[in-house]
């Protein structure tokens, strides 16, 4: 079934149609707040309030706008960054330690390391290049969804992650190898 009709069909009243939203964008918007944060019940609240927001929003929902995976985004954007503003957090949103469940201590010591150096290079780059490359690498967003999600252009959206990948070539030539074996090893 079509997104839109299932839309359509949950602002008639369907709220049980929500569920079928609910599965197909659950993990996304888990992984995408979870990256940012690195903690599991600080997400888990997120992603409630993401979704929470979303079903009672969604009247005020136009699909000729934009469509539901970006604006599902920004919500979730949105409700981090109210987090951080009510938790009055100094430390970016990049910054955090890879989470372990124990069972390999070594690959969770060079998770912790690639995603430290990985922050640590971010750090270069100013808050818009940082979330654009965030989203492009980590999130692996096209940059339409980038473009949607953020409230840029397209092509402002790839101008900037080329500047800041030539920034990060500038910084360290093997930046953007640590990047994505960061992303790699630490999803």
Not at 21 to 46: H, M, N, P, Q, V
Not at 56 to 69: A, Q, T
Not at 149 to 155: L, P, R, Y
Not at 165 to 173: F, I, R, T
Request: proline fraction near 1%.
């Amino acid at each position: 079934m079509q997104e839109q009709t299932i839309i359509a069909q949950v602002k008639a009243g369907d709220a049980e149609g929500f569920g079928v939203l609910y599965d197909a964008y659950f993990e996304k918007i888990y992984s995408y707040l979870f990256y940012r944060i690195r903690d599991k019940g600080i997400t888990e609240d997120l992603v409630s309030t993401t979704f929470f927001k979303a079903i009672s929003g969604l009247d005020g929902f136009d699909e000729r706008k934009g469509n539901f995976s970006a604006w599902l985004y920004r919500i979730a954007r949105n409700s981090l960054y109210d987090h951080f503003r009510t938790q009055k957090i100094t430390s970016s949103i990049e910054a955090a330690e890879t989470v372990t469940d124990g069972s390999d201590v070594e690959a969770a010591a060079i998770g912790r390391e690639l995603s430290e150096k990985a922050r640590k290079l971010l750090e270069v780059l100013n808050p818009v290049q940082r979330e654009i490359v965030t989203m492009r690498v980590w999130d692996d967003m096209s940059y339409k969804e980038i473009a949607a999600i953020t409230g840029k252009s397209e092509a402002s959206c790839k101008v900037g992650f080329h500047r800041a990948m030539a920034k990060l070539k500038e910084v360290a030539p093997l930046a953007i190898l640590l990047l994505v074996f960061s992303c790699t090893i630490s999803s």
